[in-house]
């Protein structure tokens, strides 16, 4: 049986209170009662205060907030003025120190403008035209020219995207031709499509020019192979499964001039397709091909000089070739870089017959594209290691063929640069080469090479 001692006999739970428990909780109860009505007394109060009576209140708080402030910025200057009078010694050292460097600053930005005008300066008056006037001939004075230009790779990698060229990527970058450089010898030269084998390179180009297995054998693969390393592109890089296909090929190439010609917006007939040359290049240059094919027919000297005395500025075992046979495509480049100089009508638009001379249907914007950088690799090897041997004007003048006896022992003029050390060497192209490095009058369209040389060639 279970006993519960706080239940009454209808098993209600009784509680029991004692007689101090209950006036404690009267009084508790009292006590609440009187702080609800203190706090309904006092919201009455609040409530019946007049409109004046809270604005004295509020002006009241805010001149307290303003004398607060105002200690605040008393103190401040009392302990600025404890600093400054107090300590005079350390006060004065920190003033000198301040002094200095304002005038140091000072200094510094004065000497800079000074220098950046006075160089403007002197630039203008170095080019201003009469600087450059003959005033015995009447004419403007002809300088020889100190070598023969050749691409700039900076400009072929801006162009295709590989390179920044706008906005502050563009504006901020700083040359690096060892990197930028290696990075054309390396598109050139070592890639290969994996699985496929390596085409023979053989040292002699005759051998290359005869026949066999020296590149890949299909029209554009090692164009592609090398500018689709440069854009990083796998989708016009050839593979092991299309490298022996010209149609896939073909059509690879072709996707890669369609992408040429886009700037903003994309192919509606090939929406995969997208832009690599940007807006801020079209701009600035214009269109891409014509853009490439107006360097293209402008390095045609560059193209003939090298072709011509390539077995004897680069070949030979103190100079550095970068088409020997450690280069993959040794053969094909060569024999590009020749198909090239035999194009060199194109510079003059003129042929023996009068026809005019025409881009070759072969000569694809592709084709060019990597025949400039195939030269610009040439002329970097030859500047950085070869001391401009390939395309450096050394020839002076010597008492047999200096056109005045002042000229003797100066270096050759553009029409003498062109005639001893450029022309292609081909017996179909003497008529055009006596034409073209003549001083008689040019054909209609001609590009002079003599200007050519004379104002570019410095950009060696």
Same mark, same amino acid.
């Given at each position: 049986m279970e006993f519960k001692l706080n239940m009454d006999p209808e098993r209600r739970t009784v509680v029991h209170t004692d007689k101090g428990a209950y006036d404690r909780a009267l009084g508790l109860g009292n006590a609440a009662g009187a702080a609800a009505r203190g706090a309904y007394g006092r919201v009455q109060t609040v409530q019946g205060l007049s409109a004046g009576s809270a604005f004295d209140a509020a002006k009241a708080r805010a001149q307290e907030a303003g004398r607060n402030r105002w200690q605040d910025v008393v103190s401040f200057r009392d302990r600025w003025r404890n600093w400054l009078y107090k300590e005079p010694g350390k006060t004065n050292f920190w003033l000198l120190i301040f002094n200095i460097l304002y005038i140091a600053v000072s200094l510094t930005v004065l000497v800079l403008t000074f220098l950046v005008m006075h160089e403007h300066v002197d630039d203008f008056k170095r080019n201003e035209f009469t600087q450059h006037w003959d005033t015995d001939t009447g004419v403007v004075k002809q300088y020889a020219p100190c070598g023969m230009p050749t691409p700039d790779s900076m400009y072929l990698l801006q162009a295709i995207g590989a390179l920044p060229a706008g906005g502050w990527d563009g504006a901020s970058l700083e040359p690096n031709y060892k990197q930028w450089m290696l990075r054309v010898d390396r598109a050139l030269c070592a890639r290969i499509v994996p699985g496929k084998e390596e085409p023979a390179r053989p040292t002699d180009l005759a051998t290359c020019e005869a026949g066999g297995y020296v590149d890949y054998g299909t029209d554009h693969a090692e164009e592609l192979l090398a500018i689709g390393y440069l854009l990083d592109d796998v989708t016009i890089t050839p593979t092991l499964q299309d490298i022996d296909v010209q149609g896939d090929i073909t059509a690879k190439m072709e996707a890669f001039e369609r992408r040429t010609c886009l700037v903003k917006k994309e192919n509606p007939l090939y929406p995969d397709e997208k832009p690599y040359y940007t807006d801020q290049q079209h701009k600035a240059y214009g269109d891409m091909k014509t853009r490439v094919a107006r360097a293209y027919i402008a390095a045609m000297p560059?193209?003939? *000089?090298?072709?011509?005395e390539r077995e004897t500025c680069a070949v030979p075992p103190e100079y550095k070739d970068p088409f020997d046979n450690n280069c993959k495509h040794s053969c094909h480049v060569r024999m590009e870089l020749k198909a090239t100089a035999t194009e060199q009508d194109l510079l003059y638009h003129y042929t023996a017959d009068g026809s005019g001379g025409t881009m070759p249907p072969g000569t694809t914007f592709t084709k060019q594209l990597y025949r400039?950088?195939?030269?610009?690799?040439?002329?970097?090897?030859?500047?950085?290691?070869?001391?401009?041997?390939?395309? *450096?004007n050394s020839e002076v003048y010597t008492v047999a063929n200096a056109p005045a006896p002042e000229k003797v022992g100066e270096r050759i003029d553009a029409l003498h640069f062109c005639e001893v050390r450029t022309i292609y060497s081909n017996s179909t192209f003497v008529c055009i080469s006596v034409h073209f490095c003549s001083p008689r009058p040019h054909p209609p369209h001609d590009t002079s090479f003599a200007a050519f040389c004379s104002v570019f060639a410095c950009f060696l």
């Amino acid at each position: 049986m279970e006993f519960k001692l706080n239940m009454d006999p209808e098993r209600r739970t009784v509680v029991h209170t004692d007689k101090g428990a209950y006036d404690r909780a009267l009084g508790l109860g009292n006590a609440a009662g009187a702080a609800a009505r203190g706090a309904y007394g006092r919201v009455q109060t609040v409530q019946g205060l007049s409109a004046g009576s809270a604005f004295d209140a509020a002006k009241a708080r805010a001149q307290e907030a303003g004398r607060n402030r105002w200690q605040d910025v008393v103190s401040f200057r009392d302990r600025w003025r404890n600093w400054l009078y107090k300590e005079p010694g350390k006060t004065n050292f920190w003033l000198l120190i301040f002094n200095i460097l304002y005038i140091a600053v000072s200094l510094t930005v004065l000497v800079l403008t000074f220098l950046v005008m006075h160089e403007h300066v002197d630039d203008f008056k170095r080019n201003e035209f009469t600087q450059h006037w003959d005033t015995d001939t009447g004419v403007v004075k002809q300088y020889a020219p100190c070598g023969m230009p050749t691409p700039d790779s900076m400009y072929l990698l801006q162009a295709i995207g590989a390179l920044p060229a706008g906005g502050w990527d563009g504006a901020s970058l700083e040359p690096n031709y060892k990197q930028w450089m290696l990075r054309v010898d390396r598109a050139l030269c070592a890639r290969i499509v994996p699985g496929k084998e390596e085409p023979a390179r053989p040292t002699d180009l005759a051998t290359c020019e005869a026949g066999g297995y020296v590149d890949y054998g299909t029209d554009h693969a090692e164009e592609l192979l090398a500018i689709g390393y440069l854009l990083d592109d796998v989708t016009i890089t050839p593979t092991l499964q299309d490298i022996d296909v010209q149609g896939d090929i073909t059509a690879k190439m072709e996707a890669f001039e369609r992408r040429t010609c886009l700037v903003k917006k994309e192919n509606p007939l090939y929406p995969d397709e997208k832009p690599y040359y940007t807006d801020q290049q079209h701009k600035a240059y214009g269109d891409m091909k014509t853009r490439v094919a107006r360097a293209y027919i402008a390095a045609m000297p560059a193209f003939s *000089r090298y072709n011509k005395e390539r077995e004897t500025c680069a070949v030979p075992p103190e100079y550095k070739d970068p088409f020997d046979n450690n280069c993959k495509h040794s053969c094909h480049v060569r024999m590009e870089l020749k198909a090239t100089a035999t194009e060199q009508d194109l510079l003059y638009h003129y042929t023996a017959d009068g026809s005019g001379g025409t881009m070759p249907p072969g000569t694809t914007f592709t084709k060019q594209l990597y025949r400039l950088l195939a030269l610009s690799l040439a002329g970097y090897y030859d500047r950085l290691h070869n001391d401009g041997v390939c395309f *450096r004007n050394s020839e002076v003048y010597t008492v047999a063929n200096a056109p005045a006896p002042e000229k003797v022992g100066e270096r050759i003029d553009a029409l003498h640069f062109c005639e001893v050390r450029t022309i292609y060497s081909n017996s179909t192209f003497v008529c055009i080469s006596v034409h073209f490095c003549s001083p008689r009058p040019h054909p209609p369209h001609d590009t002079s090479f003599a200007a050519f040389c004379s104002v570019f060639a410095c950009f060696l």
